[in-house]
């Protein structure tokens, strides 16, 4: 079975500093992982997956396949940074020929001005 | 392209009713999955399915189907409402399920 785990639920940092979202998983395969965003009011989108290795927003993550993670990163915290973040990992099912993408319970970033 | 589209987005229904959710997912996009989402449980895999066919299934009750039309169109139906079914319903499009999704804004479905 596939597991994605987000720790916080809630983190605050002040604008500027340093932000980093963890995001640990549980998969037998190579994983597909992303990260997604729900800033208030709006749909759930798509921020980064790993495969593509962009920055997006200023925000980074690596994939660690030894400790299993793939924290979500950013050097200096913005404002409009504030929002929902979720974890998701795309993992194949043998059994229903096919992929399933499943979500950790998802950490709220609030950047204190 | 037009995004993703749901409809309704609001309902609310009494307990023991039956609903239908509608999703239209963005044009060429043949995979369409479900989401439900709580604040107690997060987004959680309801289906998925792909050319009208469904691939695979959350953990949930039968009382929760779906469909999908030629069209990519697809629905999905909730029987015997219960007071817990009340959440965010998402759906979200793919041109095949292994790529990134593309939501759509949700109907929020309330059971009183």
């Known amino acids: 079975a596939q597991r994605v785990t987000q720790p916080e639920k809630l983190l605050s940092v002040f604008k500027g500093a340093p932000v980093e979202l963890k995001c640990n998983y549980s998969?037998?395969?190579?994983?597909?992982l992303f990260w997604y965003v729900q800033y208030s009011r709006q749909r759930l989108q798509l921020l980064l997956r790993h495969i593509s290795r962009e920055s997006i927003k200023g925000f980074t993550a690596d994939l660690n396949k030894g400790e299993t993670s793939f924290h979500l990163k950013k050097p200096f915290a913005q404002e409009e940074d504030s929002a929902m973040y979720y974890c998701a990992l795309s993992g194949w099912y043998s059994g229903a020929g096919s992929y399933q993408l499943t979500f950790g319970k998802g950490t709220k970033l609030s950047v204190i001005p | 392209k037009a995004g993703v589209t749901q409809t309704p987005r609001y309902l609310i229904k009494t307990r023991g009713q039956q609903v239908t959710l509608s999703c239209s997912p963005i044009?060429?996009?043949?995979?369409v999955s479900w989401y439900q989402q709580t604040p107690g449980q997060g987004l959680q895999f309801l289906f998925e399915y792909f050319s009208e066919t469904q691939r695979n299934k959350g953990n949930f009750p039968g009382r929760f189907s779906g469909r999908q039309f030629s069209n990519s169109r697809s629905e999905m139906n909730v029987s015997t409402l219960e007071l817990g079914d009340s959440a965010l319903y998402l759906c979200?499009?793919?041109?095949?399920?292994?790529?990134?999704?593309?939501f759509g804004p949700g109907t929020r479905l309330t059971v009183t």
């Open positions: 979200a499009s793919s041109p095949k399920a292994e790529y990134e999704q593309y």
């Open positions: 998969y037998s395969g190579s994983p597909e």
């Open positions: 044009s060429g996009h043949r995979s």
